[in-house]
């Protein structure tokens, strides 16, 4: 059975939402949403899931409910939804930026915003997807902090009690922060990956373990799911192209 590198970044992107229960999975990006029809296909059979608009919708895209713009702002500010976002940059206690690289009051680039992402931060679990590892985005410190991480949530004491950031995947591997002091540690590597490969790409001191374990393979029917019913197209290897495991 070959398993592309795509496959397993779906595969890491579902198990955030593993038992997370009945709440609104909020991915942002193909491979995420690939991980969240999944996960509800299989282990997560309460998640919700949205159209982005105003519906609730199956994994198929069909309508199962109604989530006007008011509701779903409920579901964040009360903590009822698990966002996976991107990153522009990543510092080493998860802190995000998606706003401008360079000096926030004159930047070489300008980006999307800060967004949603300080209130979602402090009120609901937020992991990250990174399609593309490297030191532009795995920074030292962030230009502009604009989702929050672990060491200024602490800083914030108990206005940020709900903080959490279970995971960040990239097309290289699975990153979580359960180390002492929550700087981010390697949890696991996508096949074909070394550990100094990932070391290479990373602009800070990665926690990393004695043994690192693989990301898990993805069973014959969760195979199946993404291959003929969630993305028979193929387009997730457009967006993680890479080295395939026999």
Known sequence: MRVTRAEYCVIACAEA????????ASPMGLIPSLGARLARLTFAPDLL????????????????GWLPYRR?????A?????????????????????????DWSRPRRQLLGVRGAPLNTLNNPTSYWIPRHSRRVFVERVDMVCGVGYDRAAALG???????IPRVVSDLGVFDFATPDRSMRLAS??????????????????????????????????????REVLDPDGARAREVPGAVRG
């Open 17 to 24: 939402w593993r038992g997370d229960g009945e709440v609104l």
């Open 49 to 64: 899931l949205t159209d982005g608009e105003a519906l609730l919708v199956r994994p198929d895209g069909t309508p199962e």
């Open 72 to 76: 779903h702002l409920a579901l964040v």
């Open 78 to 102: 009360g903590g009822r939804r698990h966002v996976m976002m991107g990153a522009s940059q990543i510092d080493r206690f998860g802190n995000q930026n998606i706003s401008c690289i360079g």
């Open 158 to 164: 108990g206005t940020a009690r709900f903080h959490r």
């Open 189 to 226: 590597l996508h096949p074909g990956v070394g550990v100094e490969q990932v070391r290479e790409a990373t602009g800070f001191a990665l926690a990393v373990p004695y043994e690192v374990p693989w990301t898990r393979e993805p069973t014959a029917e969760e195979l199946r799911l993404i």
